[in-house]
Nanobody, 123 residues
Framework: VQLQASGGGLVQAGGSLRLSCAASGRTISSYAMGWFRQAPGKERESVAAVTWSGGTTYYADSVKGRFTISRDNAKNTVYLQMNSLKPEDTAVYYC?????????????????WGQGTEVTVSS
């Protein structure tokens, strides 16, 4: 599975962005999909994830109520809608795919990773 993340950019605090993760090479309909982010000097952290059916989602406490993960299996694409952005959301955002449908925040579960898209939130 090849994953291509896009949609990052520079936005003011309080603004919104929608990230997309387009998959190719294989359908992602049976994979859990996750979004992770890595800020400079920090470890990569889980932001949001969704099971293959979309029936279960996970959100980090820091983004609950502001970010929404969704997927369109027909388009082989996963999205991350980010609203009310804060400067602390500044990071490179990565999408990833996992055959494991539990413990969605666990990085080691994810076997395929995209190249990342940069999000910068100015204050």
């Amino acid at each position: 599975v090849q994953l291509q993340a896009s949609g990052g950019g520079l936005v003011q605090a309080g603004g919104s962005l929608r990230l997309s993760c387009a998959a190719s090479g294989r359908t992602i309909s049976s994979y859990a999909m996750g979004w992770f982010r890595q800020a400079p000097g920090k470890e990569r952290e889980s932001v949001a994830a969704v099971t293959w059916s979309g029936g279960t989602t996970y959100y980090a406490d820091s983004v609950k109520g502001r970010f929404t993960i969704s997927r369109d299996n027909a388009k082989n694409t996963v999205y991350l809608q980010m609203n009310s952005l804060k400067p602390e959301d500044t990071a490179v955002y990565y999408c990833a795919a996992s055959r494991i449908q539990t413990r969605l925040s666990r990085k080691s579960n994810y076997e395929y990773w995209g190249q990342g898209t940069e999000v910068t939130v100015s204050s």
